[in-house]
């Protein structure tokens, strides 16, 4: 059991025969009455998302949530294709599930891929990837006295912020929690 008070993000709990996960949430505590907890949670079965808000004392069931590693192999435009690595069991996924992960992800690539109850939900892309930028705006020399930053998109369509002196052709390190430049190779 965890308590409305234990809520973090991406804490997953069983209510009212669904499976929810945290997306956000915030503890108030007004200056009259009590406390509460006020949450965005997102339906692991239906992809819906709803704001509710909890007595920090309620207590919900924790749900049992599987995670595999397993490797991105392709798209057919429909479906994404992920296999195991230890079995070699292809898993076709929709996009609903991918969309957030895919935005790092190229093919034979890695990732970790969350289950409730055999049915897959969320995949997530490693913490760091590198990946090779295919189109930005030269730095212009001299325009670095305010370590000024331009867009880039990488390989896989991702557009991020990156410093003056990254090039077309490089191969940049992104934290994929946060969407961050973090260096070039």
Known sequence: ????????????????????????FQHVKPGKGAAFVRTKIKSVMSGGTKE????????????????????YLYNDGELYYFMDTETYEQLPLEKEAVEDAMVYLKENDNATIR???????????PNFVELEVTETEP????????????????????????????NIGDIIKIDTRTGEYLSRK
């Open 1 to 24: 059991m965890i308590s409305a008070s234990d809520f973090r993000k991406g804490i997953t709990f069983e209510m009212d025969g669904d499976v929810y996960q945290i997306v956000d």
């Open 52 to 71: 509710v808000t909890f007595n920090p004392t309620e207590r919900f069931p924790k749900a049992q949530i599987e995670t595999k590693e397993m490797q």
């Open 139 to 166: 730095g212009v020399k001299g325009d670095t006295a305010s370590g000024a930053n331009k867009p880039a998109t990488v390989e896989t369509g991702a557009v991020i912020t990156v410093p003056l002196f990254v």
């Open 115 to 125: 289950f409730y109850h055999g049915k897959a939900f969320e995949v997530n892309a």
